[in-house]
């Protein structure tokens, strides 16, 4: 019989609505080789490469009566085309054209009727660049068995390597009758979840996924014990709706390295590269607070769930064998109007979290080794989706990537950055992925609350600037 989704990869399912799509992205930016680069190349790589992805080739029934969890089936009118996708910008397309393509293309469900992933080519920006847009639901990337098909497209160099061979043949999809024997042998096996999979059917389906994500709790006890003070009533929690705005923010991975060395040497503690990426989100923050006519005081904070932190080597931001994923939960000090001072606060509270063991290991969710950005950025969305909305402000995931090229199809990849999803009333969220010497920010906001999303955006900027000033 198929494979059946776990409650909490069926939870996304469930708690899904128009305003809080429960997919992830990644936008990747690439020069092409000598030869070009079309449609049709692209559909070979992925045809190429989706035999590394099979769930990339199953959907989702579910099963009648609600009586056990959705499984897993192979799609008998699977059609590539559908999923690999063109697009295009007027010529030569501008990066802020492209950031309102990804914001459209972000705020459309995916279809669950079919495989729950798409993938657009954007030909037509400037300097000969084109880009590959993604999205994936969460239900796919569980973070164990399955990976975004971003990953295994790409290769260390240009010389694209044979393919897998793929002998896929679909399997017969079930009948009804076939899916209710198999919930109800299910069910001898562990009558408990059976229960828990009826009462969601049987009653409200939103209400058994809360339940469900309750039970990861374990992974959130930081932000549990947070829990007892509300997150600061801020601009950044309101009743958002079904589109968005998007913006990316390019910056030297080098900048950050020399904020943490200077910063390092001063006797106040190791800096690491994340807390300078925290410490720029602070700045940036309180940049764009001044600039609403906010009012910041000294004692003014914003509190950020920081689920995804990969132990790296802090030099070369290059995540190692055994990765791991924890969960810190972090007041950004937007009143302070010094940037070092910030810095140190900041670094101060991630060490002490540390410390106590307020940073959640999540080794049982992810065994991920190499480049995994839209994975990781997954895990960091799901943490955030279990966590209570009242507990933080908004969601800031880092994960690092590799300093060395990386190609898909000949094609040379220049940046890659996340498009993280926005919880309810949560107005936006920051994604950030290292790669090549860069340091790449991707700023999702709901369209109605954050026109000027492009403005917290350049602040991004600034503020690395600001803390660079200090390190001289």
């Given at each position: 019989?198929?494979?059946?989704?776990?409650?909490?990869?069926?939870?996304?399912?469930y708690?899904?609505?128009?305003?809080?799509?429960?997919?992830?992205g990644?936008v990747?930016i690439f020069?092409?080789?000598?030869?070009?680069?079309?449609?049709?190349?692209?559909?070979?790589?992925?045809?190429?490469?989706?035999?590394?992805?099979?769930?990339?080739?199953?959907?989702?029934?579910?099963?009648?009566?609600?009586?056990?969890?959705?499984?897993?089936?192979?799609?008998?009118?699977?059609?590539?085309?559908?999923?690999?996708?063109?697009?295009?910008?007027?010529?030569?397309?501008?990066d802020?054209?492209?950031?309102?393509?990804?914001?459209?293309?972000?705020?459309?469900?995916?279809?669950?009727?079919?495989?729950?992933?798409?993938?657009?080519?954007?030909?037509?920006?400037?300097?000969?660049?084109?880009?590959l847009?993604?999205?994936?639901?969460?239900?796919l990337?569980?973070?164990?068995s399955?990976v975004?098909?971003?990953?295994?497209?790409?290769?260390?160099?240009?010389?694209?390597?044979?393919?897998?061979?793929?002998?896929?043949?679909?399997?017969?999809?079930?009948?009804?009758?076939?899916?209710?024997?198999?919930?109800?042998?299910?069910?001898?096996?562990?009558?408990?979840a059976?229960?828990?999979?009826?009462?969601?059917g049987?009653?409200d389906?939103?209400?058994?996924?809360?339940?469900?994500?309750?039970?990861?709790?374990?992974?959130?006890?930081?932000?549990?014990?947070?829990?007892?003070?509300?997150?600061?009533?801020?601009?950044?929690?309101?009743?958002?709706?079904?589109?968005?705005?998007?913006?990316?923010?390019a910056?030297?991975?080098?900048d950050?390295?020399?904020?943490?060395?200077?910063?390092?040497r001063?006797?106040?503690?190791?800096?690491?590269?994340?807390?300078?990426?925290?410490?720029?989100?602070?700045?940036?923050?309180?940049?764009?607070?001044?600039t609403?006519?906010?009012?910041?005081?000294p004692?003014?904070?914003?509190?950020?769930?920081?689920?995804?932190?990969?132990?790296?080597?802090?030099?070369?931001?290059t995540?190692?064998?055994?990765?791991?994923?924890?969960a810190?939960?972090?007041?950004?000090?937007?009143?302070?109007?010094n940037?070092?001072?910030?810095l140190?606060?900041?670094?101060?509270?991630?060490?002490?979290?540390a410390?106590?063991?307020?940073a959640?290991?999540?080794?049982?969710?992810?065994?991920?080794?190499?480049?995994?950005?839209?994975?990781?950025h997954?895990?960091?969305?799901?943490?955030?989706?279990?966590?209570?909305?009242?507990?933080?402000?908004?969601?800031?995931?880092?994960?690092?990537?590799?300093?060395?090229?990386l190609y898909?199809?000949?094609?040379?990849?220049?940046?890659?950055?996340?498009?993280?999803?926005?919880?309810?009333?949560?107005?936006?969220?920051?994604?950030?992925?290292?790669?090549?010497?860069?340091?790449?920010?991707?700023?999702?906001?709901?369209?109605?609350?954050?026109?000027?999303?492009?403005?917290?955006a350049?602040?991004?900027?600034?503020?690395?600037?600001?803390l660079?000033?200090?390190?001289?």
């Amino acid at each position: 019989m198929p494979d059946r989704l776990s409650a909490l990869d069926a939870s996304f399912l469930y708690l899904e609505e128009p305003t809080t799509a429960m997919h992830v992205g990644s936008v990747a930016i690439f020069t092409p080789p000598d030869d070009g680069f079309d449609y049709d190349r692209l559909l070979r790589l992925v045809a190429a490469r989706i035999a590394y992805v099979p769930r990339y080739r199953q959907r989702i029934r579910t099963v009648p009566g609600r009586l056990a969890n959705p499984v897993w089936v192979d799609d008998e009118a699977f059609d590539l085309t559908y999923h690999v996708r063109r697009s295009g910008l007027p010529r030569p397309g501008s990066d802020e054209q492209l950031s309102e393509l990804v914001a459209r293309v972000q705020s459309r469900p995916l279809d669950r009727a079919r495989p729950l992933w798409e993938v657009y080519l954007v030909e037509g920006l400037d300097k000969g660049r084109f880009a590959l847009l993604t999205k994936t639901h969460q239900a796919l990337v569980d973070g164990i068995s399955a990976v975004d098909i971003s990953q295994v497209i790409l290769d260390a160099s240009a010389a694209t390597p044979e393919p897998a061979a793929d002998t896929w043949q679909p399997s017969k999809e079930p009948t009804d009758a076939e899916l209710v024997v198999s919930a109800v042998a299910d069910a001898v096996r562990s009558p408990g979840a059976a229960i828990e999979a009826f009462e969601g059917g049987a009653h409200d389906l939103r209400a058994s996924a809360g339940r469900v994500l309750g039970q990861v709790g374990h992974l959130l006890s930081a932000a549990a014990r947070t829990a007892a003070r509300p997150a600061p009533t801020s601009p950044l929690n309101v009743d958002i709706g079904e589109q968005r705005r998007w913006a990316m923010v390019a910056t030297s991975l080098e900048d950050h390295r020399k904020v943490r060395t200077r910063h390092s040497r001063r006797g106040r503690g190791e800096i690491t590269v994340n807390d300078v990426v925290l410490a720029t989100v602070a700045g940036a923050l309180r940049a764009w607070l001044l600039t609403r006519g906010e009012p910041v005081v000294p004692a003014t904070v914003v509190r950020a769930l920081v689920p995804v932190s990969v132990r790296a080597d802090e030099e070369e931001m290059t995540p190692r064998t055994g990765s791991r994923v924890k969960a810190f939960v972090v007041d950004l000090p937007v009143g302070e109007p010094n940037p070092a001072v910030r810095l140190h606060q900041i670094s101060y509270s991630m060490r002490a979290q540390a410390e106590v063991g307020d940073a959640v290991s999540a080794d049982t969710l992810v065994g991920i080794a190499g480049f995994a950005p839209p994975t990781l950025h997954s895990l960091g969305a799901r943490v955030a989706s279990a966590a209570s909305r009242r507990v933080f402000n908004l969601m800031v995931t880092n994960v690092p990537g590799p300093q060395h090229p990386l190609y898909a199809a000949g094609a040379r990849m220049l940046a890659s950055y996340p498009v993280m999803p926005l919880a309810k009333r949560q107005a936006v969220s920051i994604g950030l992925t290292s790669y090549d010497g860069g340091v790449y920010y991707g700023v999702n906001g709901d369209r109605d609350a954050m026109p000027d999303v492009d403005v917290l955006a350049q602040c991004l900027v600034d503020a690395l600037a600001e803390l660079r000033d200090t390190a001289r």
